[in-house]
């Protein structure tokens, strides 16, 4: 029995020295609080219901942008799209001299392409699926940015750094635009997330360069904000011959070789001062607090609280503004893709308040509301309300044939053919800037403002050649009038543009159609 007993406790003895498999319990008493949540986050690595409200947000966000911003938004995407698709419409400049790269229009190509396909291209899905298509992927880039923080941080200040982005006005304005410096953020904040920073854990030198690298084949200048993070990367790698010739290097030649073949397929430099010129202050005292808006006093205050790993960030954000305001042309998009660095100090400040936590909060969610929707839906939305007349001109109108439409606006006021998706005779007053170097070199709407009145006289010295509508800013009207009443134009349609008019550019916009019988009938 001694023996039997021994050999009893002996087997005991090496059982418990090798693997014993236990049965897995089901019951949730035995799960984890990350376990028991993890149905949930199955959608880009987050809480599926924070995915579906940033989302529904960015969609909302979409809808209640009816302004338009600047002209690049339709012509340098839409109407080079609808180009591509269509074979009729109108190319600036900038693409007959084969300036610019095919790939950001060709994403809303290929959507165009699709509903053509499907026989649904009607003019207001051309409209608005480019920018729900926008609006989705700047929801990505919203939750990569709060996933980020959460890694570098905790929750509770990504929460913060998320609230910042989402009620950020600029934000709000831009995001949903056709517009490549919105890409440009986008891809920015997505590259970020991989970006190899301390405490980061989805890390990926390939992923980032490749987006960094897509980001500047769509706007070469998107390349500033990077150039800090790429000499830090560099700097601390301790493999950097492994790091060019194995990530840098093969993500570069890739990316150039797809932008040249796209360019290539479509057959297709300082020029900037043409459009205007701003001091080398401009950023500084005025571009970068109007962007930051009301939360700037928290970005300051956040930039004396984040540790020391975050200095990164606000160097980029410097850098960024130094390098532009070098630039002579200057504009508030151009320094949007910085934002999303400046969202994390502003979180970093709200997570530190605590006796003013809910009234920094109410402060900046109600500024921020009401500055977004009034340039969301009410600054400069006459010269989109106006296509929906000429919209309507297009499909309900008997005489279509006859029609034809003139807008005597600024240059590139308003969208074209995207926007009206019908082979309507129009015209603008053009402004390609001169190549050749003339001192003397006006454009056309230039020399169209000198003397309006004389200008449409020259012009227009057959009636046959009279548009059937003309479109104008309010501010013109007077200096036209003779013209107007001598060719049987009557005031037909008025839209309001902005409570902010600027020379030439109005309150209101007018239509005016020619009536071939009866009178000018001024209301």
Not at 45 to 72: H, K, M, W
Not at 88 to 94: C, D, F, I, V
Not at 151 to 163: D, I, M, S
Request: aromatic share 16%.
């Amino acid at each position: 029995m001694e023996r039997e007993g021994g050999l009893f406790f002996r087997g005991l003895q090496n059982r418990s020295h090798g693997k014993i498999k236990l049965r897995k319990r089901k019951s949730t008493l035995y799960v984890s609080p990350q376990e028991r949540t993890g149905s949930c986050r199955d959608l880009l690595g987050e809480n599926i219901y924070l995915v579906l409200f940033t989302i529904a947000l960015r969609i909302c966000n979409c809808f209640l942008v009816q302004t338009s911003f600047v002209p690049d938004e339709y012509w340098q995407s839409l109407e080079v799209a609808h180009h591509m698709v269509f074979n009729y419409g109108y190319l600036t400049w900038e693409w007959t001299e084969r300036l610019r790269g095919y790939t950001y229009p060709l994403i809303f190509a290929s959507i165009y392409k699709i509903l053509h396909l499907l026989g649904k291209d009607s003019v207001q899905l051309l409209i608005w699926i480019p920018r729900l298509s926008q609006a989705l992927l700047s929801a990505m880039a919203d939750l990569r940015l709060y996933s980020l923080m959460k890694q570098l941080e905790n929750q509770q200040v990504a929460r913060w750094v998320f609230f910042c982005q989402l009620c950020s006005w600029f934000t709000w304005y831009c995001c949903t635009r056709t517009l490549t410096n919105t890409m440009e953020t986008v891809l920015t904040i997505i590259a970020l997330f991989y970006y190899p920073l301390e405490g980061s854990k989805s890390m990926n030198s390939v992923k980032y360069s490749s987006l960094v690298a897509l980001a500047v084949i769509i706007r070469p200048t998107a390349v500033i904000p990077w150039i800090p993070l790429l000499f830090r990367h560099f700097w601390q790698e301790q493999k950097k011959l492994d790091l060019i010739l194995h990530k840098f290097l093969p993500v570069g030649f890739v990316t150039l070789s797809l932008s040249l073949i796209i360019d290539r397929i479509f057959f297709g430099q300082n020029l900037g001062s043409f459009y205007g010129s701003h001091p080398w202050h401009w950023y500084f005292s005025q571009g970068f607090p109007a962007v930051l808006g009301t939360h700037l006093p928290f970005f300051i205050h956040g930039c004396f609280l984040t540790p020391k790993r975050y200095r990164i960030f606000l160097v980029t954000v410097l850098w960024t503004l130094l390098v532009y305001s070098m630039l002579s042309h200057k504009e508030f998009r151009f320094i949007y893709p910085v934002l999303p660095f400046c969202m994390v100090f502003c979180g970093y400040s709200l997570n530190s308040l605590k006796t003013w936590k809910k009234a920094a909060l109410s402060f900046l969610f109600l500024s921020n509301t009401l500055l977004a929707l009034y340039t969301g839906l009410v600054h400069q939305r006459g010269t989109l309300d106006v296509m929906t007349n000429i919209q309507e001109l297009c499909y309900n109108n008997p005489n279509i044939s006859k029609a034809s439409v003139f807008m005597m606006m600024p240059c590139h006021s308003t969208p074209y053919y995207s926007h009206v998706h019908y082979p309507l005779p129009m015209r603008f007053l053009q402004c390609p800037p001169d190549l050749t170097g003339k001192s003397d070199y006006l454009v056309e709407a230039d020399i169209f403002y000198l003397n309006p009145l004389k200008w449409l006289y020259r012009e227009f010295h057959n009636d046959s050649t009279l548009p059937t509508h003309l479109i104008i800013f309010n501010v013109l009207e007077k200096e036209i009038s003779p013209f107007l009443i001598s060719h049987n134009y009557e005031r037909t349609a008025v839209f309001f543009h902005t409570h902010f008019p600027e020379h030439w550019t109005g309150n209101h916009i007018y239509v005016y159609e020619r009536k071939l019988k009866g009178k000018l009938n001024q209301r």
